[in-house]
């Protein structure tokens, strides 16, 4: 191969992806729709002010089975809320833009369980991102998810 093709393939590669990789301090490449890592739910991220929130949106089984009914948020602490359907229940709350592709001092509400978690995000690239839950305010004392971009 001579020096030519050798040098356009290397600048075609370097291109590529250089489109892969996230804008530099971007605060709004968060915003849109994601999918949860079990393939299960997508989250509509959203900006108000300078803080970003996330609502639940969809559901690949939205109803209960056993009533065919839409599924509520029955394992919420707050028994006045336990009777309010899941869709459209704002799941993550208050993440600020702390820079270098990552936003903090959030939440996240697992309705799974009905708590509420310290919630940190990364951009890991243009369409995945790691959603980190945690407790006590201690990072490492949690789970790490991945999100993909819906398109």
């Not at 030519?4 to 600048?11: A, I, N, Y």
């Not at 605060?27 to 609502?55: E, M």
């Not at 602490?77 to 799941?91: A, F, G, I, N, T």
Request: proline residues 5%.
């Amino acid at each position: 191969m001579n020096a030519f093709r050798l040098t356009t393939l290397l600048l075609l590669v370097c291109i590529s992806l250089s489109s892969l990789a996230p804008k530099a301090d971007d605060p709004d490449a968060l915003l849109g729709k994601w999918l949860s890592s079990k393939k299960r739910n997508q989250v509509h991220i959203y900006k108000q002010g300078t803080k970003y929130f996330g609502k639940l949106v969809w559901m690949l089984e939205p109803n209960d089975p056993t009533t065919n009914k839409p599924k509520l948020d029955k394992e919420n602490p707050d028994e006045k809320l336990r009777s309010r359907p899941l869709m459209q229940v704002v799941l993550v709350t208050n993440l600020t833009y702390k820079g270098n592709n990552v936003w903090g001092d959030g939440e996240i509400y697992n309705p799974e369980d009905g708590k509420t978690y310290n919630c940190e995000v990364t951009l890991k690239d243009a369409n995945s991102i790691d959603l980190r839950g945690y407790v006590m305010g201690i990072s490492f004392l949690g789970k790490s998810k991945t999100w993909t971009r819906v398109k």
